[in-house]
């Protein structure tokens, strides 16, 4: 199936780092979703977006919705240990019905040392 | 947000054996729900769409003949891997939206499965 191109692939940072990682796709999307996941347990979704331009934060994390809606970002501020883990990009494209499918990116591995 | 519950969360068989996995929604009604497939240092990848009282979407490339999925009610879908190889070893995942059918999509906790 289709996936969206993350980057970077993988990151090590230290504590108290800001983290920066994107999104990017060849086509259009009508929400952008960002999801992470620890090892062995499902993703958590973290922010959802869902109009072009749209910046949004919870806490520490802020994410942005790309002005051509084929991309987004999000960023890890003053990170800390328990953000280590896997984070996906997730797109969806057409209505937002509940069968509407998403298509998730490759995954950023965060790795951060204290 | 919506709790998505999954059952087991691991599981061991034999080669040629089948497996079921639950997948319920504890706090909302999902007439849709989706499984996933990951394996070791990739993404999701969408195997179906269980659609309630009706029968499930799979995607290119998956066998429905392998991965039988029932949605019999609202709160529950189930995935039964038949014949298990140990190439199905792998972690699987469902999920559903909220009742509010946003864009907003919860999965459950995963199980990972292991063919011996």
């Known amino acids: 199936g289709q996936q969206l191109n993350q980057s970077p692939q993988s990151m090590f940072i230290q504590e108290g780092e800001d983290v920066s990682m994107n999104c990017t796709s060849s086509s259009i999307f009508n929400t952008w979703l960002w999801y992470k996941q620890d090892p062995g347990e499902g993703p958590v979704l973290l922010i959802a977006l869902y109009k072009a331009g749209e910046l949004t934060s919870n806490g520490r994390l802020t994410a942005q919705f790309g002005i051509t809606r084929k991309d987004s970002f999000l960023n890890i501020s003053a990170s800390i240990p328990s953000d280590v883990g896997i984070y996906f990009c997730a797109g969806q494209s057409g209505n937002t019905g509940t069968a509407s499918k998403l298509t998730f990116g490759t995954g950023t591995r965060l790795q951060v040392t204290l | 947000g919506a709790v998505v519950s999954q059952h087991p969360s691991r599981v061991i068989c034999k080669s040629g054996t089948s497996v079921k996995i639950e997948c319920r929604s504890l706090?909302?009604?999902?007439?849709?729900m989706f499984w996933y497939r990951q394996f070791p240092k990739q993404s999701l990848m969408l195997m179906a769409t269980s659609n309630e009282g009706s029968k499930a979407t799979y995607e290119q490339g998956v066998e429905k003949d392998k991965f039988l999925i029932n949605h019999a009610s609202l709160t529950l879908s189930t995935l039964t891997v038949t014949s298990a190889h140990p190439e199905d070893s792998s972690f699987y995942i469902c999920?559903?939206?909220?009742?509010?059918?946003?864009?907003?999509?919860?999965f459950g906790e995963g199980s990972r499965l292991t063919v011996l």
């Open positions: 706090d909302f009604q999902a007439t849709t």
């Open positions: 999920s559903a939206r909220g009742a509010s059918g946003a864009g907003e999509l919860f």
